[in-house]
């Protein structure tokens, strides 16, 4: 029988179980699957609990995902205009809600990452 997870063995024999039931050859809507998929369910609510992950400055957001796109800052000058990419990136002014919408379009951020306060 699944029961919610109460400790890190029994978050441990979860992922185990995980594992093996990926192993094999799952048919959708068996009981494996379904297995799987409540597992899975406990096993994301116990780690948004005990692991969870603080969202990243929005700077350095951007520029990690800059970064990882091959570009360089002057591509968010292209997205913002030159003055309000200095601007932002040096911190001396915030993005606004117009700013986010783009950016987060553009180069694929969250907006819930870029309209942290910073």
Do not use: C, W
């Amino acid at each position: 029988m699944v029961k919610p997870i109460k400790s890190e063995e029994q978050y441990e024999s979860y992922l185990e179980r995980i594992y093996a039931l990926m192993q094999t050859d799952l048919k959708a809507d068996s009981l494996e699957a379904d297995e799987v998929e409540i597992l899975s369910i406990l096993v994301k609510n116990y780690e948004n609990t005990h692991y969870a992950v603080e969202k990243p400055n929005p700077i350095d957001a951007i520029k990690f995902r800059l970064d990882q796109m091959g570009k360089n800052e002057s591509y968010l000058g292209k997205i913002l205009g030159a003055s309000r990419k200095s601007e932002i990136l040096s911190g001396k002014r915030k993005l606004n809600l117009a700013q986010i919408r783009k950016i987060s379009k553009e180069l694929n951020i969250s907006a819930d990452v870029l309209v942290q306060e910073y």
